[in-house]
């Protein structure tokens, strides 16, 4: 017997969120069916987030889940060719039509999702887009040149993050599109995701006794990411989100990481996220986005 979860017709950040708690109390004891069929548009943030989520329950000795497929060709093709099907192939009992071939990937997409299992992942996933990151972040946001490298860099300590912290392999994907919600132009966006023990586990050992009862997942985020703690005691290790931070600062980007019950942002003027939300329901692991806008003129 199976458990129907809707996927939101809105599949991305938040509706993450409404995924996890569709999902419920963690692991799962029932075979979930996860119901696709009416998703209008997903972000690559939510695709691999929904990898994460399958990988998470095989892991945990459940049940391989099922995927009801979107109904919507447009959709259906660019899960496609962002090599979401080819990925969730071994997570997922399908139900629904597949795209006939793959194709070639989104003209906007930097990246596919592609699998980080090590570090030698990690360097081939930033070389991949060298070429590309600089025509998108010069080219369509108007970035100074010299903004590839450290797009580079964010790219390469937000997928290091699940190598050294996870203790499983993750996800990641690199993409430009119009970021209509808030902003209204264009912008790049870096999604990670794992299925690992989570920012609280990773630096309970170090700073849980630091902060005695307020030791929860929201204490873990805001002591990685706003004073830059780190699991390891040697000096320049573990400062990966520090990094990020500082770039981000430069080109008025966002970065935001969930992790069990908690989601934390650095949030921008042009964006009205929460800082910290708390009391989220479980989501295994860790989930990072980082989205740099397209700079309006003058800003740079």
Not at 17 to 38: E, M, N, V, Y
Not at 122 to 136: D, M, N, T
Not at 166 to 192: D, E, H, K, P, S
Request: net charge neutral.
């Amino acid at each position: 017997m199976s458990r129907i979860v809707d996927v939101p017709a809105q599949f991305d950040e938040q509706g993450l969120d409404q995924l996890a708690t569709a999902i419920g109390a963690w692991p799962p004891s029932d075979r979930l069916f996860f119901d696709a069929r009416g998703v209008q548009w997903a972000a690559p943030y939510a695709l691999i987030g929904l990898l994460t989520a399958a990988q998470a329950i095989t892991e945990a000795g459940g049940e391989k889940p099922l995927l009801a497929v979107p109904a919507a060709d447009e959709v259906r093709s660019y899960w496609g060719r962002i090599a979401f099907f080819q990925h969730a192939g071994g997570l997922f009992e399908f139900h629904g039509k597949l795209p006939k071939a793959r194709g070639t990937q989104p003209a906007d997409s930097l990246l596919e999702i592609t699998p980080v299992r090590a570090t030698e992942d990690v360097h081939q996933v930033v070389g991949r887009i060298q070429e590309g990151a600089s025509r998108i972040l010069a080219g369509e946001l108007g970035l100074e040149a010299k903004a590839t490298m450290g797009f580079a860099m964010a790219l390469s300590e937000a997928c290091q993050n699940i190598v050294e912290h996870a203790g499983t392999g993750g996800w990641v994907a690199v993409q430009a599109y119009n970021y209509r919600r808030r902003l209204g132009r264009r912008v790049a966006v870096i999604a990670v995701s794992d299925s690992g023990i989570g920012f609280r586990r990773s630096l309970e050992p170090t700073q849980a006794k630091r902060y005695g009862d307020r030791w929860r997942d929201g204490t873990a985020l805001e002591a990685a990411l706003i004073q830059g703690v780190s699991r390891f005691r040697d000096p320049g290790r573990g400062q990966g989100l520090a990094g990020i931070k500082r770039y981000l600062q430069r080109w008025q980007g966002k970065i935001s990481v969930r992790s069990g019950t908690a989601r934390i942002a650095i949030v921008p003027a042009w964006d009205d996220d929460v800082p910290l939300v708390e009391e989220l329901s479980f989501f295994p692991g860790a989930q990072l986005q980082v989205t740099i806008p397209a700079q309006e003129a003058g800003t740079t």
